[in-house]
């Protein structure tokens, strides 16, 4: 009550235009303001998939003399390639260094801002709208994944995109359906964890979409099926790597196999020691989510963490008041969130997770 109070005074109509673009700006310096010296040097990943993009947009070949693949071969266990596409014109703009390579995950990083302040304002009010903005600038989860050119980073963005797209078709305007069925497609070329995550969401919200009346028969399967013909040659490449089958091209554009394949690696569980598997995945988790960290530097900060570990215990209240209030019966919002933070548990006890891995879960933390 006493912080509803210090919001509604400091949020009246006088203030809140200066307070919501004070925000902004400083959600975008920490994001970019020297994003070429800091971190410092180039992790591999991001060298890989500079030079991926540099290679691929002046001789129209990766560097192991693939044309225009829809996923890179890399190190041969393969990197995700919409990362390298994006990048292209920055590259072109201002050649190969830390900035263009960077500047993908850094622009990203300020559109999750926007899209998730005017997510909330949609689905609740401008009040909710700002707190949820103040939390996802501040947040050193959100400031870190910006600030380095790795591939997973942008595809909680184009998520985020895409749940925005659906809440507003589902809500305003139904015409956003279609650009969220496009957006989810995309996410498939962002990173590898999306093949579990995107069809066990479409799993569960499908049929909630469908019960939907406001939404026409005609602009679903219209959709659906701008969504299948998207995600076809990523279809392909998951097929042809799993049963090792040959490498395809569609004049230009090829499908590639490669020399070994990283998914089993990562989704781990169904490899032969099941229960073994899964307390270690669980353990890890655990630690990512509760203690916020996996180990690394460039991942989360001690004492800093990914949301802070302070707020931990903020997102167990709010979650058990969703669940034992059953409010993700009564708001598709809810269920939404509910259904993406889910997707993810499963991810996590699944796989081989760090926080690259399961970065996708924070946005349903912080909501």
Not at 27 to 39: A, D, H, L, T, W
Not at 167 to 174: D, E, F, Q, R
Not at 231 to 244: A, E, R, S
Not at 299 to 327: C, D, Q, W
Request: aromatic share 20%; proline share 4%.
């Amino acid at each position: 009550m006493i912080f509803n109070k210090f919001l509604n005074r400091i949020l009246d109509s006088k203030n809140y235009t200066y307070l919501l673009i004070l925000l902004f700006l400083i959600g975008i310096i920490v994001r970019i303001v020297g994003i070429n010296i800091f971190p410092s040097g180039l992790n591999q990943d991001e060298a890989s998939i500079g030079y991926e993009s540099f290679s691929v947009l002046n001789y129209g070949l990766d560097r192991n003399g693939i044309s225009f693949p829809i996923h890179l071969i890399s190190w041969g266990n393969g990197q995700n390639a919409l990362y390298a596409y994006l990048s292209m014109p920055f590259i072109y703009l201002f050649g190969l260094n830390v900035f263009s390579i960077r500047i993908v995950s850094a622009l990203f990083s300020i559109a999750s801002l926007f899209t998730f302040y005017f997510l909330f304002k949609l689905i609740f009010d401008k009040k909710k709208a700002f707190v949820a903005l103040a939390f996802l600038t501040i947040c050193p989860w959100s400031i870190m994944a910006g600030r380095w050119g790795l591939e997973s980073n942008i595809f909680p963005t184009i998520f985020l995109f895409a749940i925005f797209c659906l809440l507003k078709g589902t809500y305003s305007n139904p015409k956003y359906i279609v650009f969220s069925f496009i957006l989810f497609a995309l996410s498939l070329y962002s990173y590898g964890t999306s093949y579990l995550i995107v069809p066990l969401f479409f799993a569960f919200t499908i049929p909630y979409i469908f019960k939907n009346r406001h939404i026409s028969n005609h602009l679903k399967f219209y959709s659906i099926g701008i969504f299948a013909i998207l995600t076809i040659p990523i279809f392909l490449f998951v097929i042809i790597n799993h049963l090792n089958l040959d490498a395809i091209k569609f004049g230009a554009l090829t499908i590639p196999k490669l020399e070994s394949n990283r998914t089993t690696e990562i989704f781990n569980l169904f490899n032969g020691n099941f229960f073994p598997e899964l307390v270690k995945n669980a353990i890890r988790f655990i630690n990512i989510i509760v203690l916020q960290t996996d180990g690394t530097l460039y991942n989360s900060i001690p004492t800093f963490g990914t949301i802070y570990p302070v707020t931990f215990p903020f997102f167990a209240i709010g979650l058990y008041n969703v669940l034992k209030k059953r409010l993700y019966k009564k708001d598709f919002h809810h269920y939404i969130f509910c259904i993406w933070l889910l997707c993810n548990i499963i991810l996590g006890l699944t796989s081989n997770v760090n926080i690259n891995r399961l970065n996708s879960i924070f946005f349903p933390i912080l909501y």
